[in-house]
């Protein structure tokens, strides 16, 4: 069965600095792959995904994220964080095969410093 | 209305209460998921729906009983609940079983159940 480990509960960045949240999964085939943000009292938004091809995905809000197989990691990364990305981040596994449920981390709290 | 809606997005009831979740999505989507969000623990699949036919579940105990009457709509019933039980209880929807990007999963805002 997969799995998705975020290791740090929570993080705290200044407005302007850059942000990596890490993310590694554990799945013995090519791992369809996602961030989602939960912001306070809302659902969960699909921030970006990785099912094939170039390895660096782009998403919505700035953010970035870098598939690297040999350290079966999924990091997200934005270069410049505003106080409105403060929320919950949530990275996530599929198998792709069909309409399959997504194996969900921890998460990580996110909270930007003025 | 757009996107994933769900109804009501707050419920307190007690252990001998029945009540029932509905979702709707509005996206011409074929699969449609149920998960579970308590505190401190991971988002916790419960449900997978495609072309309302139930393909997963996840060892739900019996009393969450869902129900898909067609693509759009969703519902899960409740009855003799523990506080246990008490969390936020999200639905989503994707395109369809085909896989690849149609694995894409669109979520509602979720309903927080607290159970007394």
């Known amino acids: 069965a997969q799995s998705v480990t975020q290791p740090d509960i929570h993080i705290t960045v200044s407005e302007g600095a850059s942000l990596e949240l890490r993310c590694n999964y554990s799945?013995?085939?090519?791992?369809?792959l996602f961030w989602y943000v939960q912001s306070p009292g809302q659902g969960l938004q699909l921030l970006l995904k990785y099912f094939s091809g170039d390895t660096l995905v782009q998403g919505i809000k700035g953010f970035e994220a870098e598939f690297k197989r040999s350290q079966s990691s999924f990091n997200l990364r934005k270069p410049s964080v505003h106080w409105s990305d403060a929320a919950e981040y949530f990275c996530?596994?599929?198998?792709?095969?069909?309409?399959?449920?997504?194996?969900f981390g921890k998460g990580t709290h996110l909270i930007i410093q003025p | 209305e757009t996107g994933v809606t769900q109804t009501p997005r707050h419920l307190v009831m007690g252990m001998t209460n029945k009540k029932s979740l509905k979702c709707e999505q509005h996206?011409?989507?074929?699969?449609m998921y149920w998960y579970k969000q308590s505190a401190k623990k991971p988002l916790e699949l419960m449900f997978v729906y495609n072309f309302k036919e139930q393909t997963e579940n996840n060892s739900v105990p019996s009393r969450f009983s869902p129900e898909c009457p067609n693509s759009s709509h969703l519902f899960l019933h409740l009855h003799t609940l523990q506080p246990e039980d008490s969390a936020l209880y999200l639905c989503?929807?994707?395109?369809?079983?085909?896989?690849?990007?149609?694995?894409?999963?669109?979520f509602g805002p979720g309903t927080r159940l607290t159970v007394l």
């Open positions: 989503a929807s994707s395109q369809d079983a085909a896989g690849g990007s149609n694995n894409e999963q669109f």
């Open positions: 996206l011409g989507h074929n699969a």
């Open positions: 996530a596994v599929g198998k792709g095969g069909g309409a399959d449920g997504l194996t």
């Open positions: 799945y013995g085939a090519t791992p369809y």
